[in-house]
């Protein structure tokens, strides 16, 4: 029903990945074909191109559902539906973030001061009309060249900065680079083409397939704890007991309580000690799939 478009290079790995977890594998014939399917009946076709191309292949019909990142959305200036974002990057599920980086030994210190700038101010980027909106906005001039890869290596002789993409700023940094300014934050959204999106049945299986991605990404940051614990002592065991909601209580046959409850993932490490601490016993840590609300 659907013709599904992914991205390639950065986000490609984590793509596939979310996507097999979401029971949703893409398959295809070698890890460098452009061409995959996903054996379900909403995904009629699966192309896998450069993220910069998706969004404007998206509002121009070709593709019905696609990845990308919203920094290409908004470079692109693409006309298309986003039906919600997914929490992930290229390693992490921290947003990406859209920079502005000068020499670590330069004199500006805001975005602004870059209109003091004698002569025209050289900018390098893979984001050209993104970068030339935030610098028209501060009333910069500049030559902003495109720049095919490298970027950060370009200060000082081809360029006086650069906009760049970066999760942690550690490669820039490692470039002798000081991020001046971010002039966007990007998560991975998933975009629609606007005739499809309003096509009665298209629109449904677009939910479908976003609520199976979206519950994987949030399972992934929580586990399930199940245990048990004497009647005396259950208020104090739930009382330490972080949840989504409350947790499941169940009266077991010989005395006592079974509990079970989902918490983040970050706190198991602590909260499992702390129970027994406090009387719980055979206490289960299990990995969840999908969490759907």
């Known amino acids: 029903m659907l013709r599904l478009v992914l991205p390639k290079g950065s986000l490609e790995r984590a793509t596939l990945d979310l996507f097999a977890a979401a029971d949703l594998a893409v398959a ?6 452009y061409r995959a399917t996903i054996a379900d009946p909403r995904v009629a076709e699966v192309r896998i191109l450069r993220p910069q191309e998706i969004p404007v292949y998206v509002e121009e019909g070709l593709f019905d559902l696609g990845i990308t990142g919203h920094d290409w959305v908004v470079e692109r200036g693409s006309d298309v539906v986003v039906l919600g974002t997914l929490n992930y ?8 973030k859209v920079v502005l980086a ?23 980027t893979e ?11 501060h009333g910069i001039e500049a030559d902003i060249a495109l720049s095919y890869g490298a970027t950060e290596a370009k200060v000082p002789e081809i360029a006086d900065c650069v906009v760049d993409i970066t999760e942690t700023g550690r490669a820039l940094s ?14 991975t959204e998933v975009i629609a083409n606007r005739a499809a999106s309003e096509d009665k049945d298209k629109r449904h299986a677009m939910g479908q397939l976003f609520t199976l991605l979206q519950g994987t990404l949030e ?3 929580k586990v399930l704890v199940k245990l048990n614990v004497p009647s005396e002592r259950l208020d104090e065991v739930v009382g330490v007991l972080p949840s989504l909601r409350s947790p499941t209580i169940s009266e077991l046959s010989g005395g006592g309580y079974a509990v079970e409850t989902v918490i983040p993932k970050s706190e198991i490490n602590t909260l499992i000690p702390a129970l027994k601490d406090h009387g719980a016993t055979d206490i289960l840590e299990l990995a969840l799939s999908k969490i759907v609300h």
């Open 28 to 33: 295809r014939a070698s890890e460098v074909d």
């Open 89 to 96: 990057s290229k390693s992490t599920s921290n947003p990406m």
């Open 174 to 187: 490692a470039a002798g680079l000081r991020i001046l300014d971010t002039l966007l934050l990007s998560q």
């Open 127 to 137: 984001y050209p009309e993104l970068t030339r909106r935030a610098l028209e906005a």
């Open 219 to 221: 399972a992934r940051e």
């Open 102 to 124: 000068v020499a670590q030994d330069s004199p500006w210190k805001t975005l602004s001061d870059l209109s003091d700038h004698d002569g025209l101010l050289r900018v390098s």
